[in-house]
């Protein structure tokens, strides 16, 4: 079922500006969805999780859509991704919107977490590799 709800999601967004910009990577039992690069939404479980941060999340939880949650050593961990809305999954142009407020969290994210990556470089930390 997941690969119908990715055609479905390619064929509402082949009518709109996302036309041939979205990307799929299977991952970790579900599919990571790529909007011109960036990681914007995952489906998992036949269901489609967008990117959110603290500028667009409120966009979710103010119409009562939930974070993707996994356990984490049998405690539930939430995820920056929320349900998409479900009027969304049935109109491209209102994916459209949604999509793009997932790419613009993304975009946020992107240059905060290579930030830090060149901060940690700069003070000599390493990353660990496994010994052969």
Not at 9 to 33: E, P, S
Not at 44 to 68: C, H, I, Q
Request: proline share 6%; net charge positive.
């Amino acid at each position: 079922m997941t690969h119908e709800l990715i055609a479905h999601l390619q064929d509402l967004l082949a009518v709109t500006h996302w036309r041939g910009r979205i990307r799929t990577k299977a991952m970790f039992g579900g599919h990571g969805l790529y909007c011109d690069g960036r990681m914007c939404a995952l489906v998992f479980n036949d269901s489609v999780y967008l990117k959110t941060d603290a500028a667009n999340r409120g966009e979710f939880t103010r119409r009562g859509l939930t974070p993707f949650t996994y356990l984490l050593r049998g405690k539930p961990k939430p995820l920056s991704y929320y349900a998409v809305p479900p009027e969304a999954l049935e109109d491209g142009a209102e994916l459209a919107k949604w999509i793009d407020s997932a790419w613009q969290a993304a975009g946020r994210k992107a240059p905060a977490k290579a930030a830090a990556g060149s901060a940690a470089r700069a003070s000599g930390a390493r990353r660990s590799r496994p010994s052969p």
